[in-house]
């Protein structure tokens, strides 16, 4: 079982990811990429500062290495995100792991004389089908991520293709909206 903080956390999952796609290739097997986002982390380190953040974050990576196998690898990517590269049978497995994770994530903190409460979102990207490469999975998997926190906060979700269409969508509306402002053809009335 391996993890890592922010710094190392990239390069291990690279090459992480790197060996599962040949592990799977080779033995026709399957894993899971899950990108794991803390809802509420912001708030606990807006009221109780920066040090139960990170406290909170120890546990938080605890937590995970405590549900998830020794051939697993989980690393930090980021202030509050995660990645765990999980070797499954099945989908359902995956699902499994997920619930597991987010209902250990969701018990309370006790830290720095606090209790803290998180919960989390999970995307789940599965190998093969869900990309050819580390990219594709990422992307997917952090697309799911976005879909299950956009679908209501304790969630998970697994990538669907259509969530790649919405989130170009959203790029494409964002991008029309930024133009229209810089043409000034937005009006602001009061009611």
Same mark, same amino acid.
């Given at each position: 079982? #391996? @993890?890592?903080?922010?710094?190392?956390?990239?390069?291990?999952?690279?090459?992480?990811?790197?060996?599962?796609?040949?592990?799977?290739?080779?033995?026709?097997?399957?894993?899971?990429?899950?990108?794991?986002?803390?809802?509420?982390?912001?708030?606990? @380190?807006?009221?109780?500062?920066?040090?139960?953040?990170?406290?909170?974050?120890?546990?938080?990576?605890?937590?995970?290495?405590?549900?998830?196998? @020794?051939?697993?690898?989980?690393?930090?990517?980021?202030?509050?995100?995660?990645?765990?590269?999980? #070797?499954?049978?099945?989908?359902?497995?995956?699902?499994?792991?997920?619930?597991?994770?987010?209902?250990?994530?969701?018990?309370?903190?006790? #830290?720095?004389?606090?209790?803290?409460?998180?919960?989390?979102?999970?995307?789940?990207?599965?190998?093969?089908?869900?990309?050819?490469?580390?990219?594709?999975?990422?992307? @997917?998997?952090?697309?799911?991520?976005?879909?299950?926190?956009?679908?209501?906060?304790?969630?998970? &979700?697994?990538?669907?293709?259509?969530?790649?269409?919405?989130?170009?969508?959203?790029?494409?509306?964002?991008?029309?909206?930024?133009? &229209?402002?810089? #043409?000034?053809?937005?009006?602001?009335?009061?009611?």
């Amino acid at each position: 079982q #391996r @993890n890592e903080g922010p710094g190392h956390g990239s390069v291990l999952l690279h090459d992480r990811l790197e060996h599962e796609i040949h592990v799977a290739d080779r033995d026709k097997s399957r894993f899971a990429l899950m990108f794991l986002d803390l809802d509420g982390f912001k708030a606990v @380190n807006d009221v109780f500062g920066h040090r139960a953040g990170d406290l909170l974050l120890v546990e938080v990576a605890q937590r995970i290495r405590a549900n998830v196998g @020794n051939e697993d690898t989980v690393a930090r990517i980021g202030g509050d995100e995660f990645v765990l590269l999980a #070797r499954i049978g099945e989908p359902t497995d995956a699902a499994r792991i997920a619930e597991t994770l987010m209902k250990a994530i969701g018990e309370p903190i006790f #830290r720095a004389k606090h209790e803290l409460h998180v919960t989390s979102s999970i995307g789940i990207a599965l190998y093969p089908g869900d990309g050819a490469t580390q990219q594709e999975l990422m992307t @997917n998997a952090d697309a799911a991520m976005y879909h299950a926190k956009a679908s209501g906060r304790k969630g998970y &979700a697994f990538f669907e293709a259509s969530m790649n269409s919405d989130a170009h969508e959203q790029m494409q509306i964002a991008r029309e909206l930024r133009m &229209a402002l810089s #043409r000034g053809e937005l009006v602001l009335h009061y009611q």
